[in-house]
């Protein structure tokens, strides 16, 4: 078994009044030669935008983006013709593919909008763009790890064109599971949303992250109440 630690604290971080966000990997003007994918984990941003501000209209291509609200409402338009506001309790995807472009406004005025942006290479360059959002309340579980993403859209949660699969989990206090991955060809990304646990024998606190590969099997056991994201993604780019 091989892992990685990236701590919360060493991740890039960027402040420009109307938006606080964090870079588990590099992006924009944080560049770290050792933080740049995890796989074909490429991106996972941590933001939070101020009330009534956001990303203006800009171009994406040939990248696979699942947003994850925290708290607080986004409002979305693209140039495929979708406009949507998404929230706590569902997941957005969109496969960029052959070139799109996308605005995201916090839909409130008076409180920020706190969400997880995660970017992965696709495994089909130049598909036809695409968009889907879901809720995910329906299909969560206490105490126990639940399907939020797939590669099939037959499967539970969003798909998207890559062999990965995301999993989140909403865990009591020594509450111990296990997670059995997908490929041997895939490696696991554990980020700490909310809480701690430890992951095998490393201790994640809030927003840690920990990378694992070479194995099948993880065992996780939250030691606070806790909410925890999985990313089951292929090794090889």
């Known amino acids: 078994m091989n892992t990685v630690l990236h ?21 924009a003007n944080y560049y770290n030669p ?8 490429r991106v996972l941003n941590d933001d939070s935008v101020i009330g009534g501000k ?8 040939n990248m696979e983006i699942v947003t994850i609200p925290l708290s607080g409402d986004l409002a979305h338009q693209d140039s495929m013709g979708n406009s949507s ?11 960029a593919g052959t070139g799109l472009f996308h ?9 920020a909008v706190k969400f997880l942006q995660i970017w992965l290479f696709p495994n089909r360059k130049n598909v036809k763009p695409r968009y889907d959002q879901i809720s995910i309340k329906s299909i969560s579980l206490k105490n126990d790890f639940y399907q939020v993403l797939s590669p099939s859209k037959d499967d539970q949660g969003v798909w998207i064109h890559q062999n990965a699969w995301f999993h989140l989990g909403d865990f009591e206090r020594e509450k111990t599971t296990h997670y ?9 990304y554990v980020f700490m949303i909310e809480g ?8 994640l606190n809030r927003r840690d992250g920990l990378g694992i590969w070479n194995t099948n099997n993880v065992k996780i056991t939250a030691s606070a109440n806790s909410k925890i994201l999985l990313m089951d993604v292929p090794m090889n780019i």
């Open 103 to 111: 605005s995201e406004y916090n839909a409130n005025s008076d409180k």
């Open 7 to 27: 701590k919360a604290s060493t991740r890039g971080h960027a402040n420009h009044g109307w938006l606080d966000t964090n870079h588990t990997f590099s992006f």
């Open 54 to 61: 956001g990303f203006g209209k800009h171009p994406h291509d």
């Open 180 to 188: 059995q991955l997908k490929s041997p060809e895939n490696g696991l």
């Open 34 to 41: 050792e933080r740049m994918h995890f796989g074909v984990l």
């Open 85 to 95: 506001v998404i929230k706590n309790g569902e997941v957005q995807v969109m496969s």
């Open 196 to 203: 701690d646990a430890t992951v095998e024998n490393q201790v």
